[in-house]
């Protein structure tokens, strides 16, 4: 059966693209206020369902709702599209927003938006999927768009939310970043030719919807909750935190989470246990005085440290259930439950230390985990070659002087 599509924002734009694409393989309605624009739709694709609508008028949007249940039933695929953007206005500039550019962002990205995903989440079919059109501005931020990425930003929290809501009924809530295309909203802030000249270097709305259309139809729960970019986009549009080169990282994303300056750094103290012996006893570790060295050094940088020393954690775990290493070691469930719960704990720390005399397969783990966790790595190491090391580390000290000497420089 085809699909079943709705298009908010389609008398122009990427909108209208996207519309005139799906009309090829779907059955498709859309909206804008432009009654001109929509005449013309009319008469190019007359089997599509067109309305005038205002999306800042509630009652306009309920009745289209009302309507499109009865021409559709169900909506399959919905693109919010329609949007607005605000000239050009540095946030911390003290001229007043005389032409009310905060208040019509607000009302036609997120008020407007806000009222749509209302009226139109109960029509989604399962396995449907909701697209709603934000900005490389909803994940970054730049001088002078404060207003246009405060509206996008609480496009992509609305997306994400209404993803969670949805889950259940098996409808995917996905944002789209459409990358630059030259559309009237790309020309709208261009003051000189020169400007003007780059727009229309960028994609066309056409060549945007020709790539986009066919993703969008292909959506589905394994979606869900993404950021996603349009097919086509240069490669750094699919990340965030990808600075820009005049900019610092933080302004391309949230950057990683780290607890406040007042709070106490957490520092987890990893390092070869074992090594490559075959048998494990209490008496039988690689030396392990490496541990209080570390934690010395660490306390000299940083004299609030919380030092997060899995050995101890292990062996209180043991004392616990009175027992001690070599009684936890008998039982392989005893000695999952602790590396889980050392593992654990990584992502609980804001810097690791990891001595590594020789490779040391926990070690590799728990220096895994935070990197992902996005913890400042450290590494004491003569291995400078080992790929697991370049991979993860910040920085790697040849040995324990090197480290006692230099570590307040890295962190
Ligand atoms: N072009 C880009 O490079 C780019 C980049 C990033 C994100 N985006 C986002 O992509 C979306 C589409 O952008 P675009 O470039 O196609 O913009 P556009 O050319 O300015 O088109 C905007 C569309 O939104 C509709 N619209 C605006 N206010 C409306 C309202 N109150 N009620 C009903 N419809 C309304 C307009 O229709 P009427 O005027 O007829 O009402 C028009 O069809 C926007 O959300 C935009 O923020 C675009």
Redesign the pocket.
Known sequence: MAKRVLV????????RELLEVFAETARVAG????EL?LQAMRSRLPEARLWR????EAAEVEQMALELQEHFGQLDLLVA?????PPNAPLGDSAPDAAGAWRRAVE?NVL?LAQLLRSFAPLMAPKGAIVV?S??YGRAVAPGMGCYSATKWATEAMAKTLALELLAREVAVVSL??G??N????RQNCQTEEELKWCAQQRSPEEFAQECGPFLLSLGLEDTGRNLTAPGSPESYFQTGVPYKDRPAWASGFGAFRASRRQARRYFISGVMLGSQKTLTEAGLAPQNYRQQISDVIRKADPEAVIVDPLEVVQQKAARENSNMDGLNSSTGAVREAFLEVVGLVQTCDVIVSHLPEASMGSAVELWEARKHQLTVLTISPMKDNWTIRSVTDHNFADLADFEANLSAHL
């Open positions: 908010t924002g389609c008398t122009r734009g990427l909108g909206c804008g206020r432009g624009e609508v205002d999306l800042c599209a329609a949007g607005f953007m036609v407007a059109l900005s490389r970043d459409p630059v295309v559309t009237e909203m790309l």
